[in-house]
């Protein structure tokens, strides 16, 4: 596998575990947090997969 597929495949990788804990964070929330703050760092995580994706699709 060449370095650039590393690359991408890694970043994409990322990408979906960030959207799976976000996810996460927005069904379930941890017990010891307030609801809002569990909401805002799910979104924060969906944000920084999505943001990545789009570094690396800019930086190709």
């Excluded at 596998?1 to 799976?20: D, E, H, N, R, W």
């Excluded at 996810?23 to 999505?50: C, M, Q, R, T």
Aim: aromatic share 10%; with cysteine; charged share 10%.
């Amino acid at each position: 596998m060449c370095p650039q597929a590393k690359v991408y495949f890694s970043t994409i990788l990322i990408g979906v575990v960030l959207v799976l804990v976000g996810i996460g964070f927005i069904s379930e929330g941890p017990k010891h947090i307030p609801a809002f703050a569990a909401y805002a760092a799910g979104a924060v995580l969906i944000l920084l997969a999505i943001l990545a994706v789009i570094w690396l699709v800019r930086n190709r």
